[in-house]
């Protein structure tokens, strides 16, 4: 199903306008990407981002079979169909974005980011006021959140692909990529420490309202402070 959304998908839909990149007078390495980050603002802001929903996504991953085998005690088979619903979010999030054509990648991530915030926040809320049962908001949050990282993936990498001087391309896919799998265990060790101490529904809820709030901040309110960056891209 990957090799068939790749083969469909038509990534030059992606129009980016690659900003004059210049020279590298620099060897590739960590450094110079680091410093190419610093001097892209909406890039690092999206870097930071991804390193960060991915360290918050984590708890979703390891909550969603806790809650559902350790505080439901409903069988294995019935956490493995809930952890599914992930699966088939990536499926349907990849025909969506093989489909429609995103002209403003930055906006497009920005915006999905948004929204995993906005619903990792309602998960939290919804499970501490117990008017839907905690089997279903599980079900329903790895569905669309599946779907919404399958969507933001594909423009966001084509657009640095596009964007980034290729002398230090290499370096700089690797310094996110490795960022994120270090993050990985991290936030195994964290969240897996916090929900065998604390109430899994507020730690659910702490964890939206922390990465909504960073991301509202993030994208909206230090954004005043620079009107019109988002129209360039």
Known sequence: MVLF??????????????????????????????????????????????CLLNFASVLFEIGTPFVVLKRLHLSSSISGLVQSCSS?????????????????????????????SLLSLTVGIFLNINLIPAIIILALFNLIAGSITSMADAPIFTY??????????????????TTVQILQPLGVLFYSTLLDR????????????????????????????????MKEI
């Open 5 to 50: 959304l790749t083969m469909v998908t038509n990534f030059e839909k992606y129009n980016s306008f690659p900003e004059n990149q210049g020279n590298v007078k620099e060897k590739g390495s960590f450094k110079v990407a680091l410093n190419y980050l610093r001097s892209k603002n909406q890039l690092l802001k999206i870097t930071i981002s991804v």
């Open 88 to 116: 088939m979010g990536v499926i349907a999030g990849g025909l969506i974005i093989s489909i429609i054509t995103v002209s403003r990648p930055f906006k497009f991530t920005v915006i999905l980011y948004e929204v995993y």
């Open 160 to 177: 640095i692909q596009k964007t980034v001087p290729k002398k230090i391309m290499g370096h700089l896919m690797t310094l996110l990529f």
């Open 198 to 229: 604390f109430n899994f529904k507020l730690i659910f809820l702490v964890n939206g309202l922390t990465l909504f709030c960073f991301i509202i901040y993030f994208f909206i309110l230090s954004s005043k402070s620079n009107v019109g960056s």
